[in-house]
């Protein structure tokens, strides 16, 4: 699979949008899911993705799709600042394995970075489990608020 092919139906990201796998949700809507990096790069590594397009990158996907994405990548890049205090973010997008793309089915990288801090291997170490869902609760605490 690289920059071009057929949208394989049974990737990772549309088997977490069809609810046949799971993820840690940080917003949801009729278009768009973020949820947490399970190999995250940074603390706080999130992933943003369209749900109702079957685009593996950003030479597929429709402009309407794309900008309903982009809105949400901005408001959790917000968040994201305003709970984890970075002291900067990297918001990235790849397109074909040579790319770095390792999943196809078109998403956003919000990763923010800290003094200091290299970024992991992409893709790399899992998180635990009860760090993810304890991040993910601080982070939907504070949306709420
Ligand atoms: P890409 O390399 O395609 O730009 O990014 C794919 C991202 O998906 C990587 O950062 C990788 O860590 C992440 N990822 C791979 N499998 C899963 C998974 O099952 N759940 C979650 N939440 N992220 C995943």
New binding site residues.
Partial sequence: MSLHGQYDDQN?FAQIIRGE?P?YTLYEDEHVLA?????PQSYGHT?VIPKRSAARNILEIDADSLSKMMVVVQKLTAVLVAELAPVGVQVAQ?NGAPA????FHI?M?IVPRFEGEALAV??GGKAEPQALAALQARLLQRMAG
Wanted: net charge negative.
């Fill in positions: 990772i796998a993820c949820f947490l990096d399970v190999f992933l790849f770095g793309q390792t999943v998403h990288h992409h893709a």
